[in-house]
Nanobody, 128 residues
Framework: QVQLTESGGGIVQPGGSLRLSCAAS????????MGWFRQAPGKDREFVGS???????????YYANSVKGRFTITRDRATRTIWLQMNSLTPEDTAVYYC??????????????????WGQGTQVTVSS
């Protein structure tokens, strides 16, 4: 059973930056991709971005249109850790952010069903 531990949430002003991290407890034989989802109050959980464990030193990344160009996902295979660097934050980015891991195929990469393992979530609040 893979356990995911997130950290780095908090309160930030609009236009600011925040960096989230997520560490996996098990080896990468249990998953080949890790991702970030978020859930705002009263809304469904939505895809933010994901990164493949393969794909060279930086991995292949995928992003939701709403965060493309502002958010960046990186990984460190040695420590089984990924980071979500969030820049130019707006109040619409306020949500609980969840880390996820799994073996999604391309059609499930941006879906909740593609990831059987989830972290506990970390709150990100963008407010002045």
């Amino acid at each position: 059973q893979v356990q995911l531990t997130e950290s780095g949430g908090g309160i930030v002003q609009p236009g600011g930056s925040l960096r989230l991290s997520c560490a996996a407890s098990e080896t990468t034989t249990e998953f080949n991709a890790m991702g970030w989802f978020r859930q705002a109050p009263g809304k469904d959980r939505e895809f933010v971005g994901s990164i493949r464990w393969s794909g060279g030193s930086r991995g292949n990344t995928y992003y939701a249109n709403s965060v493309k160009g502002r958010f960046t996902i990186t990984r460190d295979r040695a420590t089984r850790t990924i980071w979500l660097q969030m820049n130019s934050l707006t109040p619409e980015d306020t949500a609980v952010y969840y880390c996820a891991a799994g073996r999604p195929i391309l059609s499930t990469l941006a879906t909740i069903g593609g990831y059987p393992y989830w972290g506990q979530g970390t709150q990100v609040t963008v407010s002045s």
